[in-house]
């Protein structure tokens, strides 16, 4: 190695002596390795490398030529060049119109680069030449003549490398050049170029060279392999071709399957061209062959025909950009839906998810709350968060297995099933897929759809969903399936167990205000042709519809009522013609164009009356108040139990008259008071079916009221399950009951002890307007519910005396004998 010595004694400048006496100009080069001996044209377009270049030409067209570490940095620094580079000289410089320059560059020596000096405009550095270690020696010699016949059968096995080089490398006999010539012929990346460029040793470098060429020679012959197996079928493939044309002609000649033999081509370039597991695509190719061979009209090459165009058809592995962006997908749940936390929650978590792992399986939910919360809109407003398509599918009234999987090809008519009519419809294979009304369906001889979607719902199976009518697996694990229901009493419990369960509760008055504020006003203002300046509503006019001209959990009679507002506005906007219209809605114009209210705001009762209590429950539009009313007549103990009740809520009659019997010695009752008596039990509205146990307790204080003459409280409401012993058990839907019960006008609820759990969700607002009490034995129901502070209730005639549980001093005769002596209640 020697460092660039400056030429004092005036001989004739070497590109070496030149680089010595200064700094030299350093072109970095992309893609390419120039090494000594070398000559090569390079086009230059950087402003940088231009203008090294032409301080290189000024300073006597010496340079330095070093490769980037990374080809695809634009602007490199010191860093990102190597230190090894070759020395060069410009033999040929042209500028082109567009501003870049060819040049012609020939290498002649390794240099390595020792530093850099500052330049802003191009690269100057300061380097030294590195020599190279003697080579004379046999063992070289004889690895030249070696590495002669390698590159000779190099050539003739790559056409890219011309005939004449041969001769070429024939001629050199020097082992470093050998090496620097023969390299630039081979193909090979960057950084193998640039390592043999830094060795130093001949015999080494051309050893390395040796070892790589024979690599290359081993990769050519399997090319020529394929290539010889290529071009074998390709004959075979002309061969083919020309006779089918051949045959295309006879037929055009004859004027038969002309038509047809242009559809079978098109499905096979629509094959071609589509990505399709292995499975479909033999099937696929097995039925296009079976088509190639019948008649056009015959009735069997319309079924083959249609399934091809179904297979054809289907997203099999087109799947759509998810949008990732939480902020984005949170902004738009928020636009679309008011409330509803727990549901967009979950989908934000399941983005979150997606954007940390990148492949995940679609979650499988179900939305279940009652009728106009806002479950459909939800789906489309989940496929509109995160970027996918959305499919809606009723399965209301659904009863044909079929119409899940499809129906077999042996049937006339047979089509896939509606998971698959649905994938077709998106057009891509990770849709949002919405099941409405899963809880609507029903089953007969044809079969169960509910069983046949316990396949498509679970995770764990539907990568390979097998539709009837494709009879091919599927991949299904990549759609966000979304259900509705509004109870769950009609999913069964296997289908239950498959699904991510979301419970969406009624909307309070609070939230029905600002949905209609934000959703439904503007909604229907636009719909019906008007504006702002022209309809208003204030708080008070929204909230007299909501509390006197609907009844339900959601807000569809909501917005049904204000579009009949707007349809009264419209007229009137049309009747006054040029002359300004504008009309601020509050509860008197509602009343006048609404009419007669449809319901009355708070149903409960207005005076404390014995043997009727108010209940509270849950039914498929939300939360309701339940009056329950308990007669006593003299009879011969007969109990009657009506207002079309289910067998749960009979049972749980029996189970609250069987407690009051049991208590009849604390009730200060005859022993035999119910052999004397007929007990009559009545759940008003007669014409609606009611269910459940959750009234226990209600019928259990209206009874001990009737028996007992003392008044139930009208403003307090209750619910829960009774047991024989007096225990209060939990129920469910209790948000639903609560926002009943401040509708109602109730002043306090009695809940399980057990549901305190459930308080968490309750709405702030509704707890606010509520007392509730914790109950967890019925003697603390009776204690709070029935009226024992009245002082008029031992003025009222009674049949029956109350015991000291109540707490109210009754004279007891004691020579009578249908009276036994009161017992203290632990």
């Known amino acids: 190695m020697a460092i660039f010595k400056g030429d004092d004694d005036g001989n004739e400048t070497?590109?070496?002596?030149?680089?010595?006496?200064?700094?030299?100009p350093l072109l970095p080069l992309r893609d390419i390795v120039v090494f000594p001996q070398m000559v090569v044209p390079l086009f230059v377009g950087r402003d940088k490398s231009?203008?090294?270049?032409?301080?290189?030409?000024?300073?006597?067209?010496?340079?330095?030529?070093?490769?980037?570490?990374?080809?695809?940095?634009?602007?490199?620094?010191?860093?990102?060049?190597?230190?090894?580079?070759?020395?060069?000289?410009?033999?040929?410089?042209?500028?082109?119109?567009?501003g870049t320059v060819k040049v012609l560059v020939e290498g002649k020596q390794r240099a390595r680069v020792i530093s850099f000096e500052q330049d802003d405009e191009f690269f100057l550095v300061h380097a030294e030449t590195i020599e190279e270690d003697s080579e004379d020696d046999v063992e070289v010699q004889a690895l030249v003549r070696t590495v002669h016949e390698a590159f000779e059968g190099y050539v003739k096995l790559n056409k890219k490398v011309p005939p004449e080089m041969v001769a070429t490398v024939q001629s050199i006999t020097s082992a470093s050049r050998l090496a620097d010539t023969i390299v630039a012929h081979l193909n090979l990346k960057i950084d193998d170029k640039q390592r043999i460029l830094e060795m130093t040793n001949p015999h080494k470098r051309l050893e390395e060279i040796f070892s790589l060429m024979q690599g290359e020679v081993d990769v050519l012959r399997v090319e020529g392999r394929i290539r010889s197996r290529v071009k074998k079928q390709m004959e075979r493939s002309q061969k083919e071709y020309y006779l089918n044309e051949q045959m295309r002609a006879i037929q055009k000649e004859l004027g038969d399957k002309d038509e047809f033999k242009n559809e079978i081509q098109e499905l096979e370039e629509q094959l071609e061209a589509l990505k399709?597991?292995?499975?479909?695509?033999?099937?696929?190719?097995?039925?296009?062959?079976?088509?190639?061979?019948?008649?056009?009209?015959?009735?069997?090459?319309?079924?083959?025909?249609?399934?091809?165009?179904?297979?054809?058809?289907?997203?099999?592995?087109?799947?759509?950009?998810?949008?990732?962006?939480?902020q984005e997908a949170e902004a738009v749940l928020e636009s679309d839906h008011y409330g509803l936390e727990k549901p967009k929650e979950r989908i934000l978590e399941y983005l979150a998810v997606q954007a940390l792992v990148g492949k995940m399986k679609g979650p499988i939910l179900c939305l279940v709350g009652p009728p106009g919360v806002g479950k459909t809109s939800l789906g489309r407003s989940i496929a509109r968060a995160t970027g996918r398509d959305f499919v809606r599918i009723s399965l209301g009234g659904v009863r044909d297995e079929a119409e899940i999987r499809g129906h077999r090809r042996t049937y006339i008519g047979a089509l896939p099933g509606k998971i698959i009519l649905g994938l077709?419809?998106?057009?891509?294979?990770?849709?949002?897929?919405?099941?409405?009304?899963?809880?609507?369906?029903?089953?007969?001889?044809?079969?169960?759809?509910?069983?046949?979607?316990?396949?498509?719902?679970?995770?764990?199976?539907?990568?390979?969903?097998?539709?009837?009518?494709?009879?091919?697996?599927?991949?299904?694990?990549?759609?966000?399936?979304?259900?509705?229901?509004?109870?769950?009493?009609?999913?069964?419990?296997?289908?239950?167990?498959?699904?991510?369960?979301?419970h969406i509760p009624g909307y309070i008055e609070e939230e029905k205000l600002q949905i209609a504020n934000r959703f439904l006003i503007p909604k229907q203002v636009e719909t019906h042709g008007l504006t702002k300046d022209q309809l208003s509503f204030t708080d008070q006019g929204t909230l007299e519809i909501v509390r006197r001209y609907t009844k339900e959990s959601g807000v569809r009679n909501l917005e049904r009522e204000i579009a009949a507002v707007c349809r009264k506005v419209a007229r009137a906007v049309v009747s006054a013609g040029d002359e300004p219209v504008s009309f601020r809605v509050g509860p008197k114009q509602v009343r006048k164009w609404l009419g007669v209210a449809k319901h009355r705001y708070g149903r409960r009762e207005?005076?404390?009356?014995?043997?009727?209590?108010?209940?509270?429950?849950?039914?498929?539009?939300?939360?309701?108040?339940?009056?329950?009313?308990?007669?006593?007549?003299?009879?011969?103990?007969k109990v009657q139990v009506s207002g079309r009740l289910g067998d749960v809520m009979q049972e749980s009659a029996q189970a609250a008259i069987s407690y009051v019997r049991r208590r009849a010695r604390q009730f200060r009752l005859a022993r035999d008071f119910h052999q004397k008596i007929d007990l009559h039990v009545h759940v008003p509205e007669g014409g609606v079916p009611k269910d459940g146990p959750s009234a226990g307790i209600t019928m259990a204080v209206a009874v001990t009221s009737a028996l007992t003459g003392i008044p139930v409280h009208a403003n307090i409401a209750m619910t829960g399950e009774i047991t024989l012993r007096g225990r209060v058990l939990?129920?469910?839907?209790?948000?639903e009951k609560l926002i009943a019960a401040l509708r109602g006008g109730i002043d306090t609820v009695l809940i399980p002890k057990e549901n305190e759990r459930d308080l968490k969700e309750i709405p702030p607002k509704v707890k606010r307007g509520l007392n509730i009490v914790l109950v967890d034995h019925m003697d603390e129901v009776l204690q709070r519910a029935l009226c024992l502070d009245n002082p008029n209730v031992l003025d009222q005639p009674m049949e029956y005396p109350v015991e000291e549980i109540f707490e109210v001093p009754v004279e007891v005769d004691p020579t009578d004998p249908t009276v036994e002596a009161p017992t203290p209640v632990n």
């Not at 340079?63 to 020395?87: C, E, F």
């Not at 939990?730 to 948000?735: A, F, M, T």
């Open 276 to 326: 399709l597991p292995d499975e479909a695509r033999q099937k696929t190719e097995k039925e296009l062959k079976k088509l190639k061979m019948m008649s056009p009209m015959s009735a069997e090459a319309t079924v083959v025909r249609n399934y091809i165009d179904w297979v054809l058809a289907l997203p099999w592995e087109d799947y759509k950009q998810e949008n990732q962006d939480i």
């Open 50 to 98: 231009v203008r090294a270049l032409e301080e290189a030409v000024e300073r006597g067209r010496t340079l330095i030529l070093s490769a980037q570490r990374n080809a695809k940095t634009d602007n490199p620094g010191p860093d990102d060049i190597y230190d090894v580079g070759t020395l060069g000289t410009i033999v040929q410089l042209v500028k082109l119109p567009d």
């Open 424 to 502: 077709k419809k998106a057009g891509t294979g990770n849709p949002v897929f919405l099941l409405d009304e899963v809880d609507k369906m029903s089953m007969d001889f044809r079969g169960d759809p509910s069983s046949a979607l316990l396949e498509v719902l679970d995770p764990e199976q539907n990568h390979t969903f097998n539709d009837h009518y494709l009879d091919l697996d599927y991949d299904l694990s990549h759609i966000m399936f979304v259900t509705t229901a509004n109870t769950l009493d009609g999913i069964p419990r296997p289908l239950q167990d498959r699904m991510e369960i979301l």
């Open 606 to 637: 207005e005076t404390d009356q014995v043997g009727i209590a108010t209940g509270l429950a849950f039914t498929e539009v939300g939360g309701e108040l339940l009056t329950i009313e308990a007669l006593v007549t003299s009879g011969k103990g």
């Open 730 to 735: 939990p129920i469910g839907g209790l948000k």
């Open 14 to 24: 070497t590109p070496e002596k030149q680089a010595s006496e200064q700094a030299i």
